[in-house]
């Protein structure tokens, strides 16, 4: 199938694009000379700029933020190789827009020997039928697969499409390299802003760079709008303050998103920061959450969680605290309940650390799910009714608080696991108390040891046991062997 001839329209169409887009877009590069920052993958000798330079490309995903050149690098190769471009949008395309593309890619393989390059931009936003829908078609060669998305790959494309192409990272552009781009923007005359002669004020420059979070497309849409609302002045040049800045950016280009894997990597790194007792880090990376919009809700949820897990009986009234601010946030809302996260994050912080509940708790659920669920001790039993009691049930039970100590030694535990010991409080905060006053234990299980060892002491029989007795025996106390 060849590629339809531009027509008057689309030249004319062409023509007020390139003067009428945004920055941008007028700004894209158009050959990898141009293409700024990601040297990790595109570098000289690289194995993705071989590939594009000598048109020899393999289905590829380019994971990366916002304004770090996916797009970018996708249209280059659109320019640089000899295969049929076609550029889809997962915001918009459907299952019906894929299946013409493949019908037109098979056609033009067929008829032409002309392969096809099929860019899906944003492809995370394809659910698993659409995704299903190119499968095929990547794994037999009709098509040549560029996904861009800002999702992790691992969690938002199919694990199948996944294996049958090679997944690409970039990485947010420095300062440096935005610097970069908003110089040439603001010297080219042809695509850029050469013609208005703006001159970015060195502060300004500064803030425009650290505000834009690595981002090529803010930085150069925030410069547009700037200078567009700067009137000329002395020499007819238009000198950008830091105001005039500030005012086109409004705020910072936040790179946050709560439903994706950035949520999961700052309550990591909030929760590690506690752990670790470093309120500072702790504070960044709550005011990360909230500021880029997370629930406020759920950081109370997990704040209450490490209260519980790394905390502990080290400090009780860590989750005393946390269920406190869980209460302020729901009762005062943003930005008063804030604060008291804030305050939350910072006492957990401080706290002595303990994780020997946590511990205990793992250690007796193994034991629930992997050992026999034995019945409940006769003299653990409830009584109510005078059949229980008949039957044993609350017999031989020792009233705590009839004992000096308040407390006796009777056992808990079912016979399979008489003696188990799942929490040991360590040396920090409460938690010190809290191991003085279960020493008995270790006192109990001395006696028992003691007591162990006095039983299995047996005699030695001063003759041949007869085998036929000892196969009758139920006992399982140990038979001493012959002398």
Not at 198 to 212: G, I
């Amino acid at each position: 199938m060849p590629k339809r001839k531009p027509d008057l329209f689309d030249a004319q169409r062409e023509s007020v694009l390139s003067s009428k887009a945004p920055l941008a877009t007028r700004m894209r590069p158009r050959t990898l000379d141009e293409f700024v920052g990601q040297e990790r993958i595109i570098g000289e000798g690289r194995l993705l700029r071989r590939a594009i330079l000598e048109d020899q490309l393999f289905s590829i995903i380019l994971w990366g933020p916002p304004g770090s050149g996916k797009t970018t690098l996708a249209q280059i190769v659109a320019t640089t190789t000899n295969a049929h471009f076609e550029q889809l949008s997962a915001v918009s395309a459907t299952v019906a827009d894929l299946r013409r593309v493949i019908k037109e890619a098979q056609d033009r393989l067929g008829m032409f020997q002309e392969r096809t390059v099929l860019f899906i931009d944003e492809i995370h936003r394809f659910n698993k039928n659409q995704q299903d829908a190119v499968l095929p078609y990547v794994e037999d060669g009709t098509i040549i697969l560029i996904g861009a998305t800002t999702e992790n790959p691992s969690f938002e494309v199919n694990n199948a499409l996944l294996s049958r192409a090679r997944v690409f990272t970039l990485e947010a552009l420095t300062d440096e390299q935005i610097g970069q781009v908003v110089d040439r923007a603001l010297t080219d005359s042809e695509h850029g802003l050469g013609q208005l002669q703006a001159v970015l004020a060195t502060d300004a420059r500064e803030l425009l760079l650290n505000m834009s979070n690595g981002d090529a497309r803010t930085a150069l849409n925030a410069l547009e709008a700037a200078t567009m609302a700067k009137a000329p002045s002395l020499g007819n040049k238009r000198l950008l303050t830091i105001e005039d800045i500030r005012d086109a950016l409004q705020s910072r280009a936040t790179r946050y998103d709560k439903r994706g894997e950035l949520h999961y990597n700052a309550i990591s790194a909030l929760h590690k920061s506690v752990r670790d007792s470093d309120p500072d880090a702790a504070l960044y990376w709550l005011g990360r959450m909230l500021e880029g919009g997370e629930d406020p809700l759920y950081v109370a949820r997990r704040v209450m969680r490490i209260a519980v897990e790394d905390v502990g009986m080290a400090d009780p009234h860590a989750l005393a605290v946390t269920v406190a601010a869980q209460q302020a946030v729901h009762f005062m809302g943003q930005p008063e309940g804030d604060l008291a996260l804030a305050q939350a994050v910072v006492y957990l912080a401080q706290a002595p650390k303990s994780n020997a509940v946590y511990a205990a708790y793992k250690a007796a659920l193994q034991d629930v799910q992997q050992t026999r669920n034995e019945p409940v001790p006769l003299h653990l039993r409830n009584a109510p009714t005078r059949l229980m009691r008949d039957l044993g049930y609350a017999q031989g039970y020792a009233y705590a608080h009839d004992f000096a100590e308040g407390r006796s030694d009777q056992e808990h535990f079912p016979p399979s696991l008489v003696g188990r010991i799942y929490y040991e409080p360590t040396g920090r905060g409460f938690e010190a108390q809290v191991r003085e006053r279960l020493h008995w234990r270790e006192e109990r299980q001395a006696k028992r040891a003691a007591a162990t060892k006095g039983r299995r002491t047996v005699a030695a029989p001063s003759s041949t046991p007869d085998p036929q007795a000892l196969a009758g025996e139920e006992s399982q106390e140990p038979v001493a062997s012959e002398g």
